[in-house]
């Protein structure tokens, strides 16, 4: 299980994103500064990188319910020869205006998490 504490700059907790499940199909619990699970995020069915998965890689931001999909980590497919010969990857999130700013920097934490794992 891996784990990312998202601090603000007084060193106060503002969230922590913990990770479940299997390298098939990686999830995400975003929780808030009590520890209290606030947002899922289901990563796709495999997260293996390069050229031989041609597609974007979206890690789906759920409701506490995993009813509702309210935004996005994606990881986009830069193409062949970057994918092959190159390091570099291209991430995106999309979440809600109007999470807090806690949420919202916990969200960034969970893509700093994923960027990690994808890089491994």
């Known amino acids: 299980t891996n784990k990312f504490i998202v601090y603000d ?3 106060s907790v ?3 994103v913990k990770q479940k ?3 098939l199909r990686p999830k995400f619990y975003i929780l808030d500064e009590n520890h209290e699970i606030i947002l899922n995020i289901e990563g796709p069915l495999c997260i293996l990188d390069g050229p031989c998965f041609p597609r974007n890689q979206n890690f ?3 409701t506490l319910d995993e ?3 309210i935004g996005k980590i994606q990881k986009e497919y830069s193409g062949f020869v ?3 010969f190159t390091a570099a990857d291209k991430f995106g999130i999309e979440f809600p205006v109007d999470l807090s700013v806690k949420i919202k920097a916990t ?3 969970a893509l700093f998490l994923i ?3 994808n890089n491994t």
């Open 9 to 11: 700059s007084d060193g």
């Open 14 to 16: 503002y969230g922590y």
């Open 21 to 23: 499940g299997s390298f």
């Open 60 to 62: 789906r931001l759920l």
């Open 67 to 69: 009813r509702i999909e």
């Open 82 to 84: 970057k994918e092959m």
């Open 107 to 109: 969200l960034i934490g």
């Open 115 to 117: 960027v990690s794992l």
